[in-house]
């Protein structure tokens, strides 16, 4: 049996040495306390593997084509952040570029940094602060609404062009799942007693 | 004191709030602070200063938050012609040509969350601010669904981030990001931070602190 505070309401919960894969709860404020997911490494060490490759097709291939007097026009996903720039909004442009590239990407890198080693019992250096790095960044990275965005847009524009979407689009899309499915396989909890564990 | 629940503060302990190791409360003297021995980052019983900047945020986004609904988000010129639209004439348009689910949508993510974050946020610290007693439960349920949904409203700034860029490669009309879009950015991202900076623990501790007044 071990003891943990609630994060939102601070009450002392013991938990039981719980069989995986389960979930728990507090019972005062009802906020999560921890999850746990069998194969976590595993399965997150495979997702962050597709995760990064449909990264990279996202970023390479044309993103959204327009049709128009017979001419095919492409965009890619950073076509938005370099106009945006040169309308002279260098604000908006950095936050755009954050929230739906950097910031996923490095979330990617960081994760594999340190759930790669520990998946071969290894603790890379620097592993605490980088995954603190990553946790702290979760907010802020946001590709699914993005990918809303997307749809918005297609509506509006569908009345005055043709749109065709380009491979990105749909490497982008199936990259939103990845990055939703890493969230839910991996447990925090889990990668903090690893790494407590040789400290 | 020993008929409350038993607290993390009430029995001298810290709670890492990056990765939930409990220890116990070392002494400190004046502006020491202490590391959490497991993750290194800095141990606070409770976040320090977190009424204080909560309000700071809040006031930001209510100046922000008049500019960001009536200055126009995009300016679009086509043969000579020049419109500009607020965030609620897009709403509009989406309504007069019949796609619905999209000015839901965008009113929800736009117009609805950023009023009722920072409602619900002024709400939750004048509780605290006032101890209030009421409901410890709901309102911390109340700031979870608060914390988890604020970040949608940056839906509209990414549509008008693809509308520029896919408008641009046609010839004939032209998209530009208006002011609104700085406002309403800035906007979305200080209601993050203030979410970020309110302390759900501060509800409880009204509930504890009866028996030491």
């Known amino acids: 049996m071990s003891f943990i505070a609630c994060h939102q309401c601070d009450l002392i919960c013991s938990l039981p040495s719980l069989p995986e894969p389960t979930s728990a709860r507090c019972i005062r404020c009802g906020g999560l306390l921890l999850q746990t997911k ?10 962050l593997i597709a995760g990064l490759t449909l990264f990279a097709l996202a970023c390479n291939f044309p993103f959204l084509a327009l049709s128009s007097g017979g001419s095919l026009q492409e965009t890619t996903l950073l076509t938005g952040v370099r106009i945006l720039y040169q309308q002279g909004m260098p604000g908006l442009a950095t936050l755009v570029l954050l929230t739906c590239i950097l910031i996923p990407l490095v979330q990617m890198l960081a994760l594999l940094y340190v759930v790669g080693p520990l998946k071969f019992n290894r603790i890379a ?9 990553y946790r702290k960044l979760q907010p802020w990275g946001m590709m699914e609404i993005f990918l809303l965005g997307i749809l918005v847009a297609l509506v509006k524009l569908g009345a005055m062009a043709t749109i065709v ?35 | 004191m020993n008929d409350g629940p038993l607290t993390a503060k009430r029995l001298g302990l ?15 003297a004046e502006g020491q602070c202490a590391c959490c021995p497991r993750c290194g ?21 209510l100046l922000l938050y008049l500019p960001a609904n009536l200055l126009p988000m ?48 002024v709400f939750l610290l004048l509780s605290v601010q006032f101890r209030a007693r009421w409901r410890p439960r709901e309102r ?29 490669l046609g010839t004939v009309a032209n998209i530009d990001a208006g002011p609104a879009s700085g406002y309403f950015a800035s906007l979305v991202v200080i209601t993050m931070m203030a979410a970020e900076s309110f302390d759900p623990r501060l509800i409880w501790d009204a509930l504890e602190d009866r028996d030491e007044r």
């Not at chain 1, 620097?126 to 995954?131: R, T």
């Not at chain 2, 810290?14 to 002494?27: A, D, G, K, N, V």
């Open chain 1, 38 to 47: 069998p194969n976590s490494i595993d399965r997150t060490l495979a997702l």
């Open chain 2, 140 to 168: 911390t349920q109340l700031y979870r669904l608060t914390d988890a949904v604020g970040r949608w409203s940056m839906v509209d700034i990414f549509v008008v981030t693809i509308l520029v860029a896919v408008v641009k």
């Open chain 1, 165 to 199: 979407p380009g491979l990105a689009l749909i490497a982008f899309a199936a990259l939103i799942f990845v990055l939703a499915a890493v969230l839910s396989v991996l447990s925090p909890q889990l990668i903090w007693d690893r790494l407590g564990e040789k400290a």
């Open chain 1, 125 to 133: 250096p620097l592993s605490a602060l980088i995954f603190r790095g």
């Open chain 2, 41 to 61: 980052s800095e141990l606070h019983q409770r976040t320090p200063n977190s009424l204080g900047r909560c309000w700071a945020l809040i006031t930001a986004a």
């Open chain 2, 14 to 28: 810290i709670s890492c709030q990056s990765c939930h190791f409990l220890c116990r409360h070392p002494p400190l």
């Open chain 2, 74 to 121: 995009t300016i679009t010129s086509s043969l000579g012609k020049e419109q500009t639209d607020t965030i609620m004439s897009g709403v509009l348009y989406f309504l007069h040509t019949g796609s619905w689910a999209v000015a839901l949508l965008i009113f929800v993510a736009s117009i609805v969350i950023p009023l009722m974050k920072l409602l619900v946020l």
